[in-house]
């Protein structure tokens, strides 16, 4: 597979407020590569870094030592930054600090209008990128009215309009109810899975992470986990080391397991727990 | 409560008004508000009145919104024209009660005078029910590009315009969360002399200006991850362009304006004020 973001052991601190005080590593040697059309979630407890790793993919950060390559731009060369932008779009948790015109279309016009598109193009792509999260209805809504999982929705719209080849999510139902929150991840699976746009997905949801084709456990800006959510999900003990949870079907499978039931526990969603049960019930 | 705000008082719509270039809105709209006070007579008035219902009629704007927009300068009109209706002297006296006289030309002149603000605020609100606030902004940032000449940064204005109009909403909202919670702490918020009450309201100042700095420092963030440099480079989805029919609304003004100015002449011993 054609790898599109690469970390090439990446080490990264934040400045302190003066020269006496070097704060810690916040990434401490980082190597991944994330493949071309592939769905990440990156998992981990608060302070864990992943933020910050989201930042290093399109030159928000510079690392202090390692290479980030987007599709083998290094963001470190400044002449890289604009077309680097250009290739991973951003979308943060407040939907509110995100969204700059008062008017939907109008703020889902913002990206290509900064990338100098002639105005016929920007037209087309703003209406494709609305209709494709299903607000192509609300284009001409004050942003202010609409709901959290519609502001998102709109945040993303904004980004897919600038036709960005990844998308990174810092934690982008964070602030959401859960109907905006399915709302919110059905909208990027459906991205990734018909236009093949590569997702990072930062979260805290499990149940969302359990979605991804690839989990990321980040841990004291280390990779702790790295693997497929069944892969990951099966090592509850690693996970709570480092203060996470297993989705919560997984947990009830594994706690008839514990228990001394005879179930299978690499489950991920409630079909597959319901299935597991049923099946052990039945023996 | 505040969900219902409306910025800019936009109306969507696709009518004739909601398609004129808006910098022909901005500039016809200044000068329909200097020929309004151009005006001297019922007669001239009369007619930029007829001209201004014609505006409502292709704006397609319901009068109902027309209406609410007058509603809430109505106080404003009633001072005014108690003002005039007191303080003119001259004509023909009405009324003669103590210290109070009325006269005709006072009538007149508050009636004239009354006309005058609501014709103004009609105008006014006829732009901005029908130009976006992002058309509106844009607008402004193309009619005072000339300035860039003398280095005045035009479009960062106009962005900043833009971003002050985006956040008012956002910002009451917060305003009224921070209210909330401390009330929920405990403040007294209602209560005291001015001074007191002044007081009470750095616990909620002080955090509306942090959160202020969060939002303007993650917006930025994000304004640059969408590519966003400055004015130089960028593009439009909504052109501007002058078309036919901006050019039919401004020959239309100009001939308003030569009315007014001879209606104003003829009928001179009419003229109030
Ligand atoms: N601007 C900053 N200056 C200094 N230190 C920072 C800054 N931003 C983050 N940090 C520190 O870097 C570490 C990692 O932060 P980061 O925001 O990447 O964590 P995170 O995994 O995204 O956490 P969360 O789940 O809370 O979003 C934290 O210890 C944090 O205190
Ligand atoms: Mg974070």
Redesign the interface.
Same mark, same amino acid.
Do not use: D, N, S, V
């Given at each position: 597979m054609e790898k599109i973001i690469e970390y090439k052991d990446v080490t990264f601190r934040y400045e302190g407020e003066d020269e006496a005080h070097i704060l810690p590593l916040t990434i401490n040697g980082v190597t991944l590569n994330l493949e071309k059309g592939s769905f990440v979630a990156v998992l981990g407890r608060n302070g864990s870094g992943k933020s910050t790793l989201a930042k290093l993919t399109n030159a928000i950060h510079l690392p202090e030592s390692g290479q980030v390559l987007v599709e083998g731009l290094d963001t470190r060369d400044e002449k890289n930054t604009d077309l680097i932008r250009r290739k991973v779009g951003m979308v943060f948790q407040n939907p509110d600090n995100q969204i700059v015109a008062t008017i939907v279309e109008d703020d889902v016009a913002f990206g290509p209008e900064n990338l100098g598109i002639e105005p016929k193009e920007i037209r087309r792509r703003v209406d494709d990128a609305l209709k494709a999260v299903g607000m192509y209805d609300f284009r001409l809504a004050e942003p202010h009215k609409l709901s959290g999982g519609q502001k998102q929705r709109v945040a993303i719209a904004g980004i897919l309009a600038m036709q960005t080849d990844s998308i990174v999510l810092d934690e982008p139902t964070a602030m959401l109810d859960p109907i905006g929150r399915r709302e919110v991840l059905s909208t990027v699976l459906r991205l990734n899975r018909e236009r093949g746009i590569t997702v990072l997905m930062i979260t805290h949801f499990m149940e969302e992470a359990a979605q991804a084709e690839r989990v990321i456990v980040l841990d004291k800006g280390k990779v702790f986990l790295d693997g497929s959510p069944r892969d990951v999900f099966t090592q509850s003990e690693a996970l709570k080391r480092c203060g996470l949870d297993v989705p919560q079907a997984t947990g009830l499978a594994k706690a008839l397991a514990d228990s001394g039931i005879k179930i299978k526990t690499d489950v991920l969603n409630e079909e597959e727990c319901i299935d597991a049960i049923l099946t052990a019930y039945k023996e | 409560m505040v %969900?219902d =705000?409306?910025? *800019?008082q936009?109306y /969507?719509g696709d009518s004739l008004l909601h398609k004129t270039d808006p910098r022909v809105k901005i500039v016809l709209t200044l000068v329909f508000i200097f020929v309004i006070f151009f005006c001297k007579n019922f007669f001239s008035l009369g007619l930029m009145i007829a001209a201004l219902l014609v505006g409502v009629f292709l704006s397609r704007v319901p009068l109902k919104m027309i209406l609410k927009s007058m509603k809430a300068i109505t106080f404003i009109i009633i001072i005014t024209a108690l003002l005039n209706l007191f303080y003119t002297t001259g004509g023909n006296v009405l009324v003669k009660y103590k210290f109070i006289t009325i006269t005709d030309t006072g009538v007149y002149t508050a009636i004239f005078v009354a006309v005058r603000i609501l014709a103004l605020i009609v105008g006014s609100t006829l732009l901005t029910y029908t130009t976006? /606030?992002?058309m509106l902004t844009d607008a402004i940032e193309q009619l005072l590009k000339p300035l860039k000449v003398f280095h005045v940064p035009v479009h960062t204005l106009a962005m900043m315009m833009? =971003?002050a =109009? %985006?956040f008012i /909403?956002?910002l009451i #909202?917060e305003i009224d969360k921070i209210m909330n919670a401390q009330k929920a702490r405990g403040a007294d918020l209602e209560s005291g002399g001015l001074l007191q009450r002044a007081k009470a309201l750095v616990p909620i100042l002080i955090p509306l200006f942090v959160s202020s700095f969060r %939002?303007a420092y #993650? =917006?930025a963030?994000?304004? #640059?991850? %969408?590519?966003?440099?400055g004015g130089e *480079? $960028?593009? $439009?989805?909504?052109?501007m362009k002058l078309k036919g029919l901006d050019s039919i609304l401004i020959v239309g003004c100009a001939v308003l304006l030569g009315g007014v100015i001879a209606l104003n002449l003829f009928f001179k011993t009419y003229n109030l004020g």
């Open positions: - | %969900r =705000l409306t910025i *800019g936009y /969507p976006t /606030p992002t833009t =971003l =109009l %985006r /909403p956002t #909202e %939002r #993650e =917006l963030f994000a304004m #640059e991850c %969408r590519c966003y440099t *480079g $960028r593009t $439009r989805m909504k052109q």
